[in-house]
């Protein structure tokens, strides 16, 4: 998997089929929107799945996609969470690409970005934003705590 970005709030399906349509040429079709294991196994696999949470956990909407979304948009996953979280007005989290679970990307509603800490005692798939370790601008309330200098990967 290429793209797990995780949104805070829910994506309307026809609104994200018709943004991934209307931006990158992405057939609606190809979307699919539900549960993986409500997905019918002979349907055609799709170029982007969005899942909804189990329950009430943060950060609970997942995009998920591989090569054929990332040759239909020509965007990283940090650039297409950027380009979404602006679309819908929602915040999201990617992985960081270091060695630390707990550390995400956080991407603003406005596409302003930074790293932050999520709770290491949250459920599993339940990302709880603990603080920023570095400055976010469009979360100006979130306060921030960088890591000690022995903690830095990045």
């Given amino acids: 998997m290429r793209y797990g970005i995780h949104f805070d709030a829910e994506l309307p399906a026809d609104a994200l089929r018709l943004f991934l349509l209307t931006e990158y040429g992405i057939a609606p079709e190809s979307v699919y929107v539900g549960r993986i294991e409500d997905r019918v196994v002979d349907d055609p696999r799709p170029v982007a799945m969005l899942t909804p949470p189990d329950g009430d956990e943060g950060f609970g909407w997942v995009l998920t996609g591989d090569t054929a979304l990332a040759a239909a948009t020509g ?6 969470a950027v380009t979404l979280a602006r679309a819908f007005g929602v915040r999201a989290l990617v992985d960081d690409g270091g060695i630390h ?17 999520t709770d290491p005692d949250a459920a599993d798939g339940d990302l709880r934003i603990v603080h920023a370790l570095e400055p976010v601008s469009g979360e100006p309330q979130l306060a921030v705590v960088p890591p000690p200098d022995w903690a830095r990967d990045w």
């Fill in 75 to 80: 965007h990283g996953e940090r650039d297409l």
């Fill in 101 to 117: 679970p707990d550390r995400w990307v956080l991407v603003s509603a406005d596409g302003s970005s930074g790293r932050v800490l």
